[in-house]
């Protein structure tokens, strides 16, 4: 029987292009040296588009695939996805939640203690010899502060019961109040923020969360504060977060993502109370591999009519 064409949309993890190769026939759009012959040769095969948080499928690619049935995103976030479309075209879509978790919410914590206690800087300071000449400065202290989670799904919460580890007070920003959760709710996110020491994004990108981090928000959280993104670059206003923390307005970020990955603001280059992560929050290899087989299982569970694993739509 003839494989199912499978378009990849940019390289990813390896294991997982090896094993969709295996199972599918499987088009890899970045080796495509002219894209329009490769769509008007292939594009009648194509059932299912493989994408990540680099390129998911917007609105052109999906109409020009016209036997699509399914878009798997190697990740949790759809924003790179045109999910409209999708739900009018009757295409499937799924991510993969839940395996990739801890991770992302560990490395929430990481950005935390990193700008707090100023690690990236302690080691620089070992690694030059400075140590020798007089001892390092002083870091803040994580235990006991404030912490703002915005969003609080299943990646927020995991971080909430992380920090709470660190005897932090938890509060929380969502469009409404989870009946479950046992912190303090904040309709506003301003409140949060004028609430918290630390604020971490960790909500869904969407057009109400795009740039859900502005001045106001920035100049709530205060001189004192500390922003940690985990979430996507969009959701924060770059500019005012450049300035917030050149006038000192803001003591410290650290961030895993950026509006145009993997371009960064070149000012939050030369920061020192800056930690800046190249998007790796889901970046190990067990979670890569937990991620890339759901990515596998979703697809065969597609193709043998059976349900789908983490349906999105
Ligand atoms: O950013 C990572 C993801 O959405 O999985």
């Known amino acids: 029987m003839e494989k199912i064409g499978v378009l990849m949309t940019n390289p990813m993890f390896n294991y997982l292009e090896q094993e969709l190769s295996t199972r599918f026939n499987l ?5 495509q040296p002219c ?17 990540n948080t680099k ?11 016209p036997n699509l049935e399914i878009v798997a995103t190697y990740s949790v976030g759809l924003d790179k996805i045109d999910l409209n479309k999708c739900k ?6 799924v991510n993969t939640p839940d395996v990739l978790t801890d991770d992302v919410a560990d490395v929430a914590v990481g950005l935390v203690l990193a700008v707090l206690r ?11 010899g400075k140590w020798k000449n007089g001892d390092f400065g002083l870091g803040a202290k994580l235990s ?35 009946p479950q959760a046992n912190y303090k709710y904040h309709a506003n996110i301003v409140d949060l923020a004028a609430n918290s020491q630390i604020l971490i994004v960790a909500c869904a990108l969407t057009e109400e969360t795009h740039q859900i981090v502005n001045r106001k928000v920035l100049d709530a959280l205060g001189p004192n504060g500390i922003l940690v993104n985990i979430g996507r670059g969009a959701h924060v206003d770059e500019p005012e977060l450049v300035s917030a923390l050149l006038e000192g307005r803001l003591a410290g970020a650290g961030l895993d993502v950026y509006e145009n990955e993997p371009e960064v603001p070149e000012q939050l280059l030369g920061l020192n109370n800056v930690v800046l992560l190249p998007h790796v929050g889901s970046d190990t290899e067990e979670t890569c591999k937990a991620m890339a087989d759901l990515v596998i299982e979703n697809l065969e569970a597609h193709f043998s009519n059976n349900p789908l694993l983490t349906p999105v739509i």
């Open 144 to 178: 006991g502060k404030s912490v703002g989670i915005v969003g609080l799904g299943r990646i927020g919460s995991a971080i909430a019961k992380r920090v709470e580890a660190f005897g932090c007070s938890v509060g929380y920003n969502c469009r409404s109040q989870k």
């Open 27 to 31: 088009f890899k759009l970045w080796t």
């Open 88 to 93: 009018d075209k009757g295409v499937r879509v």
């Open 55 to 65: 390129c998911g499928a917007d609105a052109e690619l999906i109409d020009l695939l």
């Open 118 to 128: 100023r690690v990236c800087e302690c080691d620089g300071f070992v690694k030059s």
């Open 35 to 51: 894209k329009t012959k490769f769509f008007q040769e292939n594009s009648s095969y194509i059932k299912a588009v493989v994408g």
